[in-house]
């Protein structure tokens, strides 16, 4: 089965041919991110005129860069929330017309869900050599995951633990109560005069810091030590102002953004390790765009491997976590439930949990 998936809930405009949920045949996004940056974030208004010009020369380059035409699709799959308003519109009107005028099925798809289905998806063989490529067959990496699983759902305005005890069979266990990890990156890293995206920014500066990690504990970690599965970012925002505000001489740069990403990675696993400890689920999954950060990657498997877990640990590759279709494609055929274009609407205040 092949899905035309179509995404536009923020800045980007994406569309993507997914087969049969795994087989990424073609996967174009066109960023807006550049004009964001002179901005320091994005412009809900701008971003959506942008997306109304990009989005069907994106379709097309994805139907031809799949060769797909719309004979061969099976189903169109959008974005229908959360997200900016006028940016889903663009998706979801987009989507609409194809779904009349092909006489196609279209699949409403819940974009923080969809993230996890980046877990699902398979590379295209010509991105590895044949040596590689056997060898990940060997070692069984073509599999998908093993519910139940647990899974981190970590963006730009979002953080989410749920369990997974199958496809469309979700349960929240807890989240953000403020900023999401994806926000608190953004704020501090605009605190510290970089650019803009922020979690990047604060990753590749942090690289450049010579002090060892087990050293960075200048900020808090907030909620850590309390029985629960939910998280805090503001307390950390303000703790960088106030540092920032107080010394803005006396530490490096490098230094600030290392204890930055540190106090953040440090609450993700701690708490997502204690749900792994109490639910014991077969497989942990990271998804969004927090999950490209390598300092988070590096954590969770030291972690598992301290506290010895016999877990099947998944992180997609830095391009599918980040905002794409082809895990609104995947998403749309392991809970496939087709509607009526007539029935189609936006959902901008989606929770991970919410009906599409």
Same mark, same amino acid.
């Given at each position: 089965?092949?899905?035309?998936?179509i995404e536009?809930?923020?800045?980007?405009?994406?569309?993507a041919?997914v087969?049969?949920?795994?087989?990424?045949?073609?996967?174009?996004?066109?960023t807006?991110?550049?004009?964001h940056?002179?901005?320091?974030?994005?412009i809900?208004?701008?971003?959506?005129?942008?997306?109304?010009l990009?989005?069907?020369?994106?379709?097309?380059?994805?139907?031809?860069?799949?060769?797909? #035409?719309?004979t061969?699709?099976?189903a169109?799959?959008?974005?229908?929330?959360?997200?900016?308003?006028?940016?889903?519109?663009?998706?979801?009107?987009?989507?609409?017309?194809?779904?009349?005028l092909?006489?196609?099925?279209?699949?409403?798809?819940?974009?923080?869900?969809?993230?996890? !289905?980046?877990?699902?998806?398979s590379?295209?063989?010509t991105?590895?050599?044949?040596?590689?490529?056997?060898? &990940?067959l060997?070692?069984?990496?073509?599999?998908p995951?093993?519910?139940?699983?647990?899974?981190?759902?970590?963006?730009?305005?979002?953080?989410?633990?749920?369990?997974? &005890?199958?496809?469309?069979?979700?349960?929240?266990?807890g989240?953000?109560?403020?900023?999401?990890a994806g926000e608190a990156f953004?704020?501090?890293?605009?605190?510290l005069?970089?650019?803009?995206p922020?979690?990047?920014s604060?990753?590749?500066?942090?690289?450049?810091?010579q002090?060892?990690?087990?050293?960075?504990?200048?900020?808090p970690?907030?909620?850590?030590?309390?029985?629960?599965?939910?998280? #805090?970012?503001?307390?950390?925002?303000?703790?960088v102002?106030?540092?920032?505000?107080?010394?803005?001489?006396?530490?490096s740069?490098?230094?600030?953004?290392?204890?930055?990403?540190?106090?953040?990675?440090d609450?993700?696993?701690?708490?997502?390790?204690?749900a792994?400890?109490?639910?014991?689920?077969?497989?942990?999954?990271l998804?969004?765009?927090?999950?490209a950060?390598?300092?988070?990657t590096?954590k969770?498997?030291?972690?598992?491997g301290?506290?010895?877990f016999?877990?099947?640990?998944?992180?997609?590759?830095?391009?599918?976590?980040?905002?794409?279709a082809? !895990?609104?494609?995947? !998403?749309?055929?392991?809970? !496939? #439930?087709? #509607?009526?274009?007539?029935?189609?609407?936006?959902?901008?205040?989606?929770?991970?949990?919410?009906?599409v």
């Amino acid at each position: 089965m092949k899905i035309l998936g179509i995404e536009t809930s923020c800045d980007e405009t994406a569309a993507a041919v997914v087969e049969n949920g795994t087989k990424i045949l073609s996967n174009i996004v066109a960023t807006s991110a550049e004009m964001h940056a002179k901005t320091g974030g994005v412009i809900p208004e701008q971003a959506a005129r942008q997306q109304v010009l990009s989005i069907i020369p994106v379709i097309n380059e994805s139907l031809v860069a799949s060769r797909q #035409s719309p004979t061969t699709i099976d189903a169109i799959a959008v974005t229908v929330g959360p997200g900016l308003i006028g940016s889903l519109l663009v998706g979801t009107e987009t989507a609409r017309t194809l779904a009349r005028l092909w006489k196609k099925p279209i699949v409403p798809v819940n974009h923080l869900v969809a993230h996890i !289905y980046a877990n699902w998806l398979s590379q295209p063989p010509t991105t590895q050599p044949a040596e590689a490529t056997l060898q &990940a067959l060997l070692a069984g990496n073509h599999q998908p995951p093993t519910f139940p699983a647990l899974a981190l759902v970590v963006s730009g305005g979002h953080t989410d633990l749920v369990l997974m &005890a199958g496809h469309g069979n979700l349960e929240w266990i807890g989240g953000t109560r403020d900023d999401a990890a994806g926000e608190a990156f953004d704020k501090c890293a605009r605190l510290l005069g970089l650019p803009y995206p922020g979690g990047p920014s604060i990753a590749k500066t942090a690289m450049e810091c010579q002090i060892s990690n087990d050293k960075l504990q200048m900020f808090p970690r907030p909620m850590i030590g309390e029985k629960n599965f939910d998280w #805090s970012f503001s307390g950390l925002k303000t703790a960088v102002l106030r540092e920032v505000s107080h010394r803005p001489l006396t530490i490096s740069h490098s230094r600030l953004a290392a204890e930055v990403q540190e106090a953040i990675v440090d609450v993700l696993v701690e708490k997502t390790l204690r749900a792994v400890n109490k639910f014991k689920p077969k497989s942990l999954l990271l998804a969004g765009g927090v999950a490209a950060n390598q300092r988070l990657t590096e954590k969770f498997k030291f972690g598992i491997g301290h506290l010895a877990f016999d877990i099947d640990f998944r992180v997609p590759p830095p391009k599918l976590c980040t905002d794409n279709a082809a !895990y609104i494609a995947s !998403y749309a055929f392991y809970n !496939y #439930s087709p #509607s009526l274009w007539q029935e189609i609407d936006t959902r901008p205040e989606l929770t991970i949990v919410g009906q599409v």
